[in-house]
């Protein structure tokens, strides 16, 4: 998937800070985002964390308590969620059970366009002008239909739909009024794994087909990461980190950031730091100067990909016991104790995981250019330029 730039970019949306409490909690804390045009950005964190609620104040079906949410060139914060022309699906995509996926699509165009009198008549073809605005809606849902590929099967209702189909139904919808602005509530959440990586990388499809500007929330940061230009992930009502998913991956701000992402977890070193900067952490030494005092506690994250299960035992590279081994086919994950204790320290990548066996002594190493530093409180620590550290 080619990755669109969006810098220079008018935004589609921009919020700021948005505040919003229920009662006396706070769920929402000072929220900044820009969405650029024809961006797919997600709102990622664990349920609760505040993403449909956040949602669902762009929309304009909930008030925020401070703040702005701008979108295109307008101020739509006291807008009705009529007037904000954006298109929003949730996750149970509700369809009308009793209505063609036709008639699903065709009723946002209809509730525009045609009064109530009408659209009760309308199937009695009475007046011209209103046989002329029926004719017209049949025409935006066919273009639309077939724009999704579900031309062939819109004239079913629901039931008669494969889960697929009703998604594209539902985004038809959403769709069929131009909005620019897409709104996805994890529309996926209840599909299984297989299908519902299928149909993650249709929304993608029908996202840049459409050209639309896209805010998909789910709980599934390999969901973020796989389908965004840019990820905000949400931690206790905040936006800890909104990058693209490279920097998210690789660059975390945090150590909560680093625990988030990535499939198996991050490992976590306890380690401290020697008068010379550099960092001791089960048995390991890491090469850098970071900018903390002597016998600081250190936090060393390692991605289980840059964990290398090598020859050459020296004082920096420990022995370790393989503890299990999860053959994933294509790699797997080696989990790796320490030699006298069977508690696991470290979760290796390997493409050959199958050479090892448990039990096994092997000797690990990691580069300190890999390893991410973080101080007490979860900050990340920089290390300083070698020039400097003296
Ligand atoms: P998420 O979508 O990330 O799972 P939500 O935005 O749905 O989270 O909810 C965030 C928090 O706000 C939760 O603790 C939820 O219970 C609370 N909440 C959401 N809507 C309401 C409401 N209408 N009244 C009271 N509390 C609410
Ligand atoms: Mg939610």
Do not use: W
């Amino acid at each position: 998937m080619t990755r669109r730039s969006v810098e220079g970019s008018a935004s589609a949306l921009s919020i700021r800070g948005v505040c919003k409490s229920f009662g006396s909690g706070s769920v929402l804390a000072d929220i900044d985002l820009a969405v650029g045009e024809g961006e797919i950005v997600s709102l990622v964190g664990p349920s609760g964390c505040g993403k449909s609620t956040l949602l669902r104040i762009v929309a304009g079906l909930e008030q925020a308590d401070r703040g702005t949410v701008q979108i295109g060139a307008r101020d739509v914060s006291g807008l009705p969620p009529g007037a904000r022309n954006v298109a929003m699906v949730f996750q149970s995509l509700a369809l009308y059970p009793h209505l063609t996926g036709r008639q699903n699509i065709a009723l946002p165009l209809r509730a525009r366009r045609l009064t109530r009198l009408q659209r009760l008549l309308g199937p009695l073809r009475l007046s011209a002008s209103v046989r002329s605005i029926e004719r017209e809606i049949d025409g935006a849902v066919d273009d639309i239909a077939a724009r999704l590929d579900i031309g062939g099967v819109i004239d079913r209702v629901p039931a008669r739909l494969s889960g697929g189909q009703r998604q594209r139904v539902a985004i038809g919808r959403a769709l069929v009024r131009d909005s620019r602005l897409l709104l996805l509530d994890e529309p996926l959440s209840s599909l299984d794994a297989k299908v519902r990586v299928q149909a993650r990388d249709e929304i993608v499809q029908i996202q840049r087909a459409f050209g639309v500007a896209c805010v998909f929330v789910t709980h599934d940061q390999g969901e973020a990461l796989a389908i965004s230009d840019r990820v905000a992930v949400m931690l206790g009502g905040r936006v800890a980190q909104f990058g693209t998913p490279a920097e998210i991956y690789r660059n975390p701000v945090s150590l909560a950031v680093a625990r988030f992402v990535g499939t198996p977890t991050i490992n976590v070193l306890d380690g401290a730091t020697d008068a010379a900067g550099r960092v001791h952490a089960a048995g390991f030494v890491f090469d850098v100067r970071l900018s903390a005092s002597a016998g600081q506690a250190v936090s060393v994250a390692i991605r289980p990909e840059q964990v290398r299960i090598a020859g050459g035992q020296d004082d920096s590279r420990p022995l370790l016991r393989v503890a299990r081994i999860e053959d994933h086919g294509h790699d797997g994950l080696v989990h790796l104790a320490g030699r006298d204790g069977n508690a696991v320290v470290l979760v290796a990548r390997a493409s050959r995981a199958l050479a090892f066996q448990p039990g096994d002594e092997v000797c690990v190493s990691i580069s300190a250019d890999d390893a991410l530093y973080f101080a007490e409180d979860g900050s990340r620590l920089a290390g300083l330029p070698v020039a400097m550290a003296a």
